[in-house]
Antibody
Framework: QVQLQQSGPGLVKPSQTLSLTCAIS??????????WNWIRQSPSRGLEWLGR?????????DYAVSVRSRITINPDTSNNLFSLQLTSVTPEDTAVYYC??????????????????????WGQGTMVTVSS | DIQMTQSPSSLSASVGDRVTITCRAS??????LAWYQQKPGKAPKLLLY???RLESGVPSRFSGSGSGADYTLTISSLQPEDFATYYC??????????FGQGTKVEI
């Protein structure tokens, strides 16, 4: 079955870069039928979708407006994983970070996006604290 | 962005009770609605998608209904393992995908 295994540091200093990876087993990061997402959860912000990467002949990304200037999500086809980088972190970025899969459905010609399904597979979560 | 509002934020119930949680979107979302269960220290687990479709392996006491902007999660007979926090999430049309604030089901 499909599994996602997260790794990365649990403590990041303010102004530095948060880096996490999500290793995929049982599926492929370059699979045309899935998007690979990062989601975080904190008491103040609840569950917040941060962004995604997916393949449809080439790699695409979408990011939440709240983090768009600071976030990069990259697929790594050689190692079958995807990564999250969040730059210039502050204590507001303290949260549990999750990776998750969402199946891609049909292409909507009106929006220019592929319709998706729910987040069906999740990583185990990584608690990241931003503190000096 | 589409805002998701869940109610209640918490509820107290007993084993065997019928429990209903509602979720309202700030606009119609054409049944692009999922429900998740989360237990402390764990990732959310998908229960239902497309408003009423049960994810594989999820007990049939969980059901979903609704249309337009209003949706409901029902647990027909609460079991001890069902005490958890439940979230709705919309995945309509374009990003960003958004979640409700959660409903904690307590004894």
């Amino acid at each position: 079955q499909v599994q996602l295994q997260q790794s990365g540091p649990g403590l990041v200093k303010p102004s530095q870069t948060l880096s996490l990876t999500c290793a995929i087993s049982g599926d492929s990061v370059s699979d045309n039928s899935a998007a690979w997402n990062w989601i975080r959860q904190s008491p103040s912000r609840g569950l917040e979708w941060l962004g995604r990467t997916y393949y449809r002949s080439k790699s695409y990304n979408d990011y939440a407006v709240s983090v768009r200037s600071r976030i990069t999500i990259n697929p790594d086809t050689s190692n079958n994983l995807f990564s999250l980088q969040l730059t210039s972190v502050t204590p507001e970025d303290t949260a549990v970070y999750y990776c998750a899969r969402s199946p891609l459905l049909n292409y909507d010609i009106l929006t220019g996006y592929y319709n998706v399904n729910a987040f069906d597979i999740w990583g185990q979560g990584t608690m990241v604290t931003v503190s000096s | 962005d589409i805002q998701m509002t869940q109610s209640p934020s918490s509820l107290s119930a007993s084993v065997g009770d019928r429990v209903t949680i509602t979720c309202r979107a700030s606009q119609g979302i054409s049944n692009s609605l999922a429900w998740y269960q989360q237990k402390p220290g764990k990732a959310p687990k998908l229960l239902l998608y497309a408003a009423s479709r049960l994810e594989s392996g999820v007990p049939s006491r969980f059901s979903g209904s609704g249309s337009g902007a209003d949706y409901t999660l029902t647990i027909s007979s609460l079991q001890p393992e069902d005490f958890a926090t439940y979230y709705c999430q919309q995945y309509f049309s374009t990003p960003p995908w958004t979640f409700g604030q959660g409903t904690k089901v307590e004894i």
